[in-house]
Nanobody, 113 residues
Framework: EVQLVESGGGLVQPGGSLRLSCAAS????????MSWVRQAPGKGLEWVSI????????SYPDSVKGRFTISRDNAKNTLYLQMNSLEPEDTAVYYC??????WGQGTQVTVSS
């Protein structure tokens, strides 16, 4: 059974940092491209980042480029999202995904003073 479990969310002040983790199990992690998406209150889903199976290729939308970094540790079957210079607009539930069919339960990130 594919399982994705996010952690690391919380309340942070504007300008602060958080690192999200996504522990993967039930599949061969090293074989899959992984991504992060988010959903802000009352808004639709927004893609945040993507990383290839080997970790050598990443991509971001302009809204987070230069502030967020996606990475993975294939030895630990774990996906990460390092978020720096956080803004109130980054407040959302963050999900890790394998493809479009498998999602974690999400972790809440709130950026507020």
């Amino acid at each position: 059974e594919v399982q994705l479990v996010e952690s690391g969310g919380g309340l942070v002040q504007p300008g602060g940092s958080l690192r999200l983790s996504c522990a993967a199990s039930g599949f061969t992690f090293t074989s899959y491209t992984m991504s992060w998406v988010r959903q802000a209150p009352g808004k639709g889903l927004e893609w945040v980042s993507i990383i290839d199976s080997g970790g050598g290729s990443t991509s971001y939308p302009d809204s987070v480029k230069g502030r967020f970094t996606i990475s993975r540790d294939n030895a630990k079957n774990t996906l990460y999202l390092q978020m720096n210079s956080l803004e109130p607009e980054d407040t959302a539930v963050y999900y890790c995904l394998r493809g479009v069919s498998y999602w974690g339960q999400g972790t809440q990130v709130t950026v507020s003073s």
